[in-house]
């Protein structure tokens, strides 16, 4: 068996690509592969910062299993500086800051018994169920809850502060998929902006076009949320056949924010009310006007990353009370727009 | 409370949707002159803005008068008080237009009027120096006739165009209802010159060549009547407007 599974890990590795990496190696001097071999692998604990002995006990562990359990575990411990080395009969270079032993003999059922080994007899630990969880997120589980009952353990006496790893962690390692429920999240985007208004909805005779910059600021918590956004632009000219009427306009909104996430994308859907304030001019005649236009908003906003991202967005504002553009003695030519759309490209930045 | 009270108003203006706000910016730069009578006084025929015009009672009415109208209360009111001789209760826009220029006004007819042989209600007029009241000559008119099953109808004449110019569309003209008679007028001493005529938005008339006898124009309406048939003599008159491309039949004429 210790000269299959090797192979195994190795084949697993190359298919998973990097990441995998370590984890067959972990498994490799689990499983006491040959010593030539072992020579050539990485050393666990690869830095001189602190690190975790994770031992498996009982008959319910996969090999499968455990390869899960280490790359959650490790994924979880990375916040700390800490890192995680499944068992050897090895000496290492430093004591660990504590052995964690995961015992299973029940498929449905694992005990965590953490352990500081300053604090001999000082063993405090913890079961969890299995058989409600699914399978793809009993590993997840498992290392979550090996995290906290590794911060149980440390919270008297406190441990050490560990000096940063000489070898962080794998920066590819996966994010986590769930995040803690009140994570607040502050989000600043600024981008270029086209806004457009269809000449049914003016009029005029073509459509308006009007470049802008859009800034807008999300206070989101977990999936809810809200943002304001306002778009600044130069004045447009709406065109009536030979009158020409060009509009400034200023519209801010303040929006409720549902998010929605898949992995590194992340939708952010914007709906809510708009003011504009507008400014209306005929040069020709030197007469101008200057009134307030409210309507409803609804934008997306499509994002990849973590803390700044590139984003891309649409928007729709309906104007439902536009106003109308007066000459005598025919009346009115036309109005301004009651809607308008609009297109973002830009960056966003985020801080929890 | 500030706060709520502007919500509470943009929840307002979002469940109403509708507002009757609007920026108006006074005169419409295709238009030339317009009246809708609502001074109450013939000050917009006869000044406004340059050139000016002038009134030509002859032995007639023209006054502005309250009550019918298309739009507000005033309306032009001409009446041939001289129903067994030639008049020409006039009101007219000095000249010169411009070359090509449309000359629009909205008429209504209380009652079918019989003249004897025309009524001219509108009518183009050259003039030539010295440009007094006596150096004119009567080019394009647009007159009243009877057409063959009673009704009233319209004939489109000048000297250089001949008696009768054949209709492209030949429309009755209603009565005790508004009515547009928008004509489009190329001043030409040659061939370049045309004449065309709408009525309520369809081309009734459309003629090209010589019609003036100067490039310098003047437009008329009201009447040039040789004689009355019958005691209806009535003409109301509203909404007018020289102006540098069609108008069509707008809504009435608002002031901003």
Known sequence: MHRSLPSFLARVAVARGARSAGVAVSFALLFGWNGVARAAEAKCPRGGGGWIDLLFSGTAWSPAQQEDVVREL??????????????????????????????????????????????????????????????????????????????????????????????????????????????????????????????????????????????????????????????????????????????????????????????????????????????????????????????????????????????????????????????????????????????????????? | ??????????????????????????????????????SGDLSDWTGSVPPGGFILPGSSRVEVVKGLARSGQYALLVQDNSPDARDYPLAARNGPLPVDVYCSAWYYLPEPLRPKSYWWFVLFRSRHPPYDTGSFRDEVNVSFTTRPDGSVGTRVSSPDLGESVPPVLDLPVPIARWFQIEVFHRTGTDDTGEVDVWQDGELTFHVTGRNSETTFAEWMVGGVVDSLTTAASQLYIDDAAISKRRLGPVPPFARE
Request: with cysteine; proline share 9%; net charge negative.
């Open chain 1, 74 to 352: 490790r994924i979880e411990l990375s916040r700390r500086s800490l890192e995680v080395c499944p068992h050897t009969e090895d000496l290492p270079a430093s004591p660990p800051v504590a052995v964690v032993t995961l015992l299973s003999s029940d498929p449905d059922r694992v005990s965590i018994v953490p352990s500081r080994l300053q604090d001999e007899g000082g063993f405090s630990g913890r079961t969890i169920r299995l058989g409600s969880i699914p399978e793809d997120a009993r590993a997840l589980a498992i290392a979550q809850a090996a995290d906290e009952a590794l911060r149980g353990v440390s919270a008297t006496p406190e441990p050490p502060v560990m000096p940063p790893a000489r070898e962080p962690p794998p920066k590819d390692l996966p994010a986590p998929t769930l995040a803690p429920a009140s994570t607040v999240r502050l989000a600043v985007s600024i981008g270029p902006m086209l806004e457009l208004a269809p000449t049914a909805f003016t009029a005029a005779g073509k459509t308006v076009l009007a470049p802008a910059m859009a800034l807008r600021v999300a206070v989101t918590n977990s999936r809810f949320g809200g943002s304001i956004g306002v778009v600044l632009g130069r004045s447009t000219d709406f065109v009536f056949d030979s009158v020409s009427i060009s509009q400034f306009r200023l519209p801010v909104d303040a929006s409720f924010r549902l998010v929605l996430r898949a992995g590194q994308l992340q939708g952010a859907l914007d709906a809510g009310a708009v003011l504009a304030l507008l400014r209306e001019e005929y040069a020709p005649a030197h007469r101008a006007h200057q009134e307030v236009e409210a309507g409803a908003r609804a934008g997306l906003t499509l994002s990849w990353g973590d803390r700044i991202v590139p984003f891309m967005g649409a928007s729709i504002e309906v104007l439902p009370s536009p106003f109308d553009f007066r000459f005598a003695p025919m009346g009115s030519i036309g109005h301004t727009s009651s809607l308008w759309l609009g297109f973002a490209l830009g960056m966003e930045v985020r801080w929890r």
């Open chain 2, 1 to 38: 409370m500030a706060v709520t009270r502007t919500m509470a108003a943009l929840a307002f203006a979002l469940l109403t949707g509708c507002s009757d706000s609007s920026f108006s910016f006074g005169s419409h730069p295709d238009i030339i002159w317009w009246t809708d009578h609502e």
